[in-house]
């Protein structure tokens, strides 16, 4: 199992930045990607970035250049460098971690959710 913890939400102007963190615990071993996803008010979970274990990075369209996913040396802390904040991008930020468990002769993937970081850009 892993565990994660998200920090680093908060109230901001439009044009001011934030950095979300991630800290994982557990099987951290096991994983293979993490990302962070948003989710507004009456709106569905969208995928905002992910890192695999070999540090490739992709962004959804609406946050290319402006935000930046990255991971400490460890591996167990993604960063979500948040920059140019608009008022879309209010939303609860969560961070994933896509995992899986090698046994003998088997193998399991699962993934973990965080609880949730609070992200309000005024206008």
């Known amino acids: 199992q892993v565990q994660l913890a998200e920090s680093g939400g908060g109230l901001v102007q439009t044009g001011g930045s934030l950095r979300l963190s991630c800290a994982a615990s557990?099987?951290?071993?096991?994983?293979?990607?993490m990302g962070w996803y948003r989710q507004a008010p009456g709106k569905q979970r969208d995928l905002v970035a992910t890192?695999?274990?070999?540090?490739?990075?992709n962004y959804a369209d609406s946050v290319m250049g402006r935000f930046t996913i990255a991971n400490d040396n460890a591996g167990n802390t993604v960063y979500l460098q948040m920059n140019s904040l608009k008022p879309e991008d209010t939303a609860v930020y969560y961070c994933?971690?896509?995992?899986?468990?090698?046994?003998?002769?088997?193998?399991?993937?699962?993934?973990?959710w965080g609880q949730g970081t609070q992200v309000t850009v005024s206008s």
């Open positions: 994933k971690a896509d995992a899986i468990r090698r046994i003998i002769g088997r193998q399991a993937r699962y993934s973990s």
């Open positions: 557990g099987n951290i071993a096991d994983i293979n990607a």
């Open positions: 890192i695999t274990s070999d540090g490739s990075t």
